[in-house]
């Protein structure tokens, strides 16, 4: 079984390497965006400095908080010894409450990304959710995806207003009123595969609407494809 000194040094790991999909997939600019994941077993996540170039990330600058978005310098875990939890210059992501809020809501959710993506970003610019209109929504989003309310970074507005609306959702994406795409999974790796599958898809129907409406899917046809896709595909 892993210490808990183990298993924050692998999420933590895990967590600044899946940054590196965020460049990769173009889903990001500049600092902006992140990725967390939560310490399985423990009141705690990992979530990227506030800041930092990507290029510039390594594992020992994610920062370890509560639940709370709190950031826990030095933990004492007993017979492990003092657990590095972080640089005590760094400040975590200015995104920490939402991400902590999520958590604490919804105990399913190991991991939570944020980007800006360009077309996620520019249907939330607009309050509009992005309509099912591919068999790849039906799989991934199992619907639209949503448009979550307008909240303000600086407390977990922004969280409450992501668990109100995907708690009742397939989606594991939202868009949030004029700021941007959120998505969560089970684990960090399937929020970032969240993000990216978000991105393309705000893509591609936008596309789609500038050739004409696109055609929706009925919805008990969507229903058999998002159980198929995650009950049966790949299993």
């Given at each position: 079984?892993?210490t808990l000194l183990?298993?924050?040094?692998r999420?933590?790991?895990?967590?600044?390497?899946?940054?590196?999909?965020?460049?990769?997939?173009?889903l990001?600019?500049?600092?902006?965006?992140?990725v967390?994941?939560?310490?399985?077993?423990h009141?705690l996540m990992?979530i990227?400095?506030?800041?930092?170039s990507?290029d510039d990330?390594?594992?020992?600058?994610?920062?370890?908080t509560?639940?709370y978005?709190?950031?826990v310098r030095g933990m004492n875990?007993?017979?492990a010894g003092?657990v590095?939890c972080g640089?005590?210059?760094?400040?975590?992501?200015?995104d920490?409450?939402?991400?902590?809020?999520?958590?604490?809501h919804?105990?399913?959710?190991g991991?939570v990304?944020?980007?800006?993506?360009t077309?996620?970003?520019?249907?939330?610019?607009?309050?509009e959710?992005?309509?099912c209109?591919?068999?790849?929504?039906?799989d991934?989003?199992?619907?639209p995806?949503?448009?979550g309310?307008?909240?303000l970074?600086?407390?977990?507005?922004i969280g409450?207003g992501?668990?109100?609306?995907?708690k009742?959702?397939h989606?594991p994406?939202?868009?949030?009123?004029?700021?941007g795409?959120f998505?969560?999974?089970?684990s960090?790796?399937e929020a970032?595969?969240?993000?990216?599958m978000?991105e393309e898809v705000?893509?591609?129907v936008?596309i789609?609407r500038?050739?004409g409406?696109?055609l929706?899917?009925?919805q008990?046809?969507i229903?058999?494809?998002y159980?198929?896709?995650q009950?049966v595909?790949?299993r």
């Amino acid at each position: 079984m892993s210490t808990l000194l183990e298993t924050i040094a692998r999420v933590r790991k895990e967590v600044c390497e899946l940054h590196a999909e965020l460049t990769r997939y173009e889903l990001v600019v500049w600092t902006a965006g992140n990725v967390s994941g939560r310490i399985p077993g423990h009141d705690l996540m990992v979530i990227k400095p506030s800041g930092v170039s990507y290029d510039d990330l390594t594992p020992e600058l994610m920062v370890v908080t509560d639940l709370y978005g709190t950031p826990v310098r030095g933990m004492n875990t007993g017979s492990a010894g003092t657990v590095d939890c972080g640089n005590p210059d760094l400040s975590p992501s200015s995104d920490t409450a939402a991400h902590a809020y999520v958590y604490r809501h919804m105990p399913e959710v190991g991991g939570v990304v944020h980007t800006h993506s360009t077309y996620a970003t520019a249907w939330a610019a607009r309050g509009e959710e992005i309509p099912c209109v591919l068999t790849m929504m039906g799989d991934e989003f199992g619907g639209p995806i949503p448009i979550g309310p307008f909240a303000l970074i600086g407390d977990d507005s922004i969280g409450q207003g992501i668990v109100e609306t995907l708690k009742n959702s397939h989606s594991p994406a939202v868009l949030m009123q004029n700021h941007g795409p959120f998505t969560i999974g089970k684990s960090a790796r399937e929020a970032v595969k969240a993000a990216v599958m978000c991105e393309e898809v705000a893509r591609t129907v936008h596309i789609s609407r500038q050739l004409g409406e696109p055609l929706p899917i009925d919805q008990a046809k969507i229903e058999s494809l998002y159980d198929r896709y995650q009950n049966v595909y790949g299993r």
